[in-house]
């Protein structure tokens, strides 16, 4: 079965604290891995993605295979990274993405 | 246009009323997605379209659900019915490329409330 699990539904950083934000998915194949975010009113939008090996605002996320986790981070958490983070995967080719129930992450001043 | 459109933002039907959402895709974006985001929730998948052809609908929770793009552009998701538990924010997302590794862009989404 397919399925993303994000363990934590909030996650309270203090500001220049390094974050974690958890995910773990099933997936008989080789999945595209993905991280969205939402930011207050604003519509949900594509932070990163495994393919292309990218740092966005900070963030990186590594796949790997053997535990089947692709957790996000950022050395050094910023205000403006209050958000609501949703791990998805899609399967190779024209297929849906689907999506982890998210974590909300909140950074302490 | 600039962005993926959705209208209305909001809606508030009476159990049992009729409503249609419609989505504008940005121009030129050939695979179309619609989901239902419950509160507290994932979006969940409900159909997928690319072009006019719907070849993915095993998201539709029940046959009260519809969604059409018979042009292939514009699209909307009809829902009979409505019951309570259909209460959630319906997202629209388009892609230009029929691979998705490229991610999705999304619109902001209808906040329909069952009342």
């Known amino acids: 079965a397919q399925r993303v699990t994000q363990p934590e539904k909030l996650l309270s950083v203090f500001k220049g604290a390094p974050v974690e934000l958890k995910c773990n998915y099933s997936y008989s194949g080789s999945p595209e891995l993905f991280w969205y975010v939402q930011y207050s009113r604003q519509r949900l939008q594509l932070l990163l993605r495994?393919?292309s090996r990218e740092s966005i605002k900070g963030f990186t996320a590594d796949l790997n295979k053997g535990e089947t986790s692709f957790h996000l981070k950022k050395p050094f958490a910023q205000e403006e990274d209050s958000a609501m983070y949703y791990c998805a995967l899609s399967g190779r080719g024209a297929d849906k993405i689907i999506f982890g129930k998210g974590t909300r992450l909140h950074i302490l001043p | 246009g600039a962005g993926v459109s959705q209208s209305p933002r909001y809606k508030v039907a009476k159990r049992g009323q009729d409503v249609a959402l419609r989505c504008d895709p940005i121009?030129?974006?050939?695979?179309l997605f619609w989901y239902q985001q419950a509160l507290g929730q994932g979006p969940e998948f409900l159909t997928y379209?690319?072009?006019?052809?719907?070849?993915?609908k095993s998201g539709l929770p029940s046959d009260r659900f519809f969604a059409e793009r018979p042009e292939g552009s514009v699209s909307t998701l009809k829902i009979q019915r409505t019951q309570q538990e259909d209460s959630a924010v319906y997202l629209c997302?388009?892609?230009?490329?029929?691979?998705?590794?490229?991610?999705?862009?999304f619109g902001s989404g209808t906040r329909l409330t069952v009342v």
């Open positions: 379209f690319q072009n006019e052809a719907q070849l993915d």
């Open positions: 997302a388009s892609s230009h490329a029929v691979q998705l590794n490229y991610g999705y862009t």
């Open positions: 121009s030129g974006h050939v695979s």
């Open positions: 495994h393919i």
